[in-house]
């Protein structure tokens, strides 16, 4: 790529002045494996030898016998899988980026000809920008295990992206609602008029009270509308805490307060 002065700078000079989180990222800590394996992935019309991980989230992707992620799709972000077989190294074409580096960076011949292969296609508009991958395993077995694991934790992580965008668009809605001017202000006046019913309240105590009988009806609605009141307050508590759940809620002091 080029400088700001115009000059032509070799592939390494882009690794080294990208930002470490996405070209310094470890891989997955075995704790994190479902599977960890050598695999050939189609780089250019040629097989390329990569290190394989496969998480409940991503797949992910490092040099062979490396430790650092140079690539990984979402498994929520996988749009189709299949099998393409009878494939030789020049029959299937991919549009892959090219991956640069000095590392292991070397053609592998570890996929002969007639293996399956598994073809992912990522989302247009996630992080692998729609992305087509091309993978070999050592056999033809061992491809087709790997798409059963692929294709069954990519339904899973869907799943569970699905039910977080519901939650998470209920959150935003009730956000919105709470923080509107109208809720705000019924807020306002919901504070004000329990201040109004307090010093009522406060006045008419003798009235009020038991005492030794029993009490009297004023009373009983004296406590039915306290009761309207703190109801009426728990309730926007809850839905305040659920608006702007976590740190936006327990960070601001009148919540703590409330």
């Not at 959150?171 to 919901?190: E, G, H, N, Y």
């Not at 009522?200 to 005492?211: C, K, N, P, R, T």
């Not at 309730?235 to 002091?253: G, K, M």
């Amino acid at each position: 790529f080029l400088t700001g002065a115009g000059r032509l700078q070799p592939a390494s000079f882009k690794y080294k002045n990208l930002a470490l989180e996405e070209y310094e990222r470890k891989m997955p800590e075995d704790k994190h494996r479902l599977l960890d394996m050598e695999i050939g992935v189609l780089l250019n019309r040629a097989w390329q030898p990569r290190r394989f991980i496969l998480t409940r989230e991503a797949l992910h992707f490092a040099f062979s016998h490396d430790d650092i992620e140079i690539d990984h799709i979402p498994l929520a972000e996988i749009m189709t899988t299949g099998i393409m077989k009878d494939c030789d190294n020049g029959g299937v074409r991919s549009n892959s980026r090219r991956q640069s580096g000095k590392r292991n960076s070397t053609t592998s011949s570890m996929a002969p000809a007639g293996v399956h292969t598994i073809h992912i296609a990522t989302e247009n508009g996630g992080y692998n920008s729609g992305r087509a991958y091309y993978l070999q395993a050592e056999s033809n077995e061992m491809t087709d295990r790997l798409l059963v694991e692929i294709q069954e934790h990519s339904k899973a992580a869907s799943e569970r992206m699905a039910s977080r965008n519901i939650l998470k668009r209920a959150q935003r809605r009730m956000k919105a609602i709470f923080d509107s001017t109208p809720a705000q202000a019924a807020l306002v006046f919901a504070i004000f008029l329990n201040f109004a019913v307090t010093i009522v309240e406060s006045q008419l105590i003798d009235q009020l009270s038991a005492h030794a009988g029993p009490q009297s009806d004023l009373g009983l609605l004296a406590d039915q509308v306290d009761l309207s009141f703190v109801s009426f307050f728990v309730a926007e508590l809850i839905i305040n805490a659920c608006a702007h759940w976590y740190t936006p809620f327990v960070s601001n002091p009148w919540n703590l307060f409330d």
